[in-house]
């Protein structure tokens, strides 16, 4: 499996808003197989970022095209990563009582 980061410009409106819990319990579902790493939201700059661990990238979308809020992204940028680290990929430090 590899990992990529997905990032997704969206557009809103009242539509939009009500279609938002159907698709968090989309992307809940995809976080507890393991499938999406991290799903980060501005509301400022309308803007998703989602880490994914998946085939290729033909696998990210197809999985990225069952949202209910799809038709309001305005672009989908996915690029394979190399490197991932960070505080959530090590083991936790040791503390000695």
């Known amino acids: 499996m590899k990992k990529f980061q997905v990032t997704i410009r969206f557009v809103m409106d009242d539509d939009f808003m009500s279609l938002v819990p159907s ?52 672009s989908l940028e996915t690029d394979e990563l190399f490197v991932v680290d960070g505080q959530h990929y090590r083991l936790p430090v040791l503390q000695m009582n």
């Open 23 to 74: 698709h968090r319990v989309y992307i809940n579902n995809l976080i507890e197989k393991g499938i999406i790493d991290q799903y980060l939201v501005s509301m400022e700059t309308q803007r998703v970022w989602i880490t994914f661990t998946a085939l290729d990238k033909k696998d990210v979308e197809e999985r990225l095209l069952k949202s209910p809020i799809f038709r309001y992204w305005t």
